[in-house]
């Protein structure tokens, strides 16, 4: 829309956070890949080619799980401090 009462436009509202169902996902999901990479590296293929043809380490697996569980880590109020802040 071209005109606006008011002579601006509305600030859209930032919604920060993230509820702690998609913070389990995300937990989860960090968990399956870090618990694939340690079982393929116990039984020792430390890197493959997956379907697409892409190289895949097991060391690398590992380290994105763990990050994915600490960034599920984070509360859910410095997320919502640092989006006020950045205002």
Known sequence: MA?????HKPNASLRAGYPIRVR??????GLLV???GVYRMLNGMYSWI???GQPVDSGLMI?????AILFALIAD??????VKRSN
């Open 24 to 29: 389990l996902q995300i937990a989860g999901f």
């Open 50 to 52: 997956n379907w697409r």
């Open 63 to 67: 380290a994105l799980g763990s990050l």
């Open 34 to 36: 870090l618990l694939g």
């Open 77 to 82: 109020s410095w997320l919502v401090r640092a």
């Open 3 to 7: 005109f606006h009462v008011g002579g």
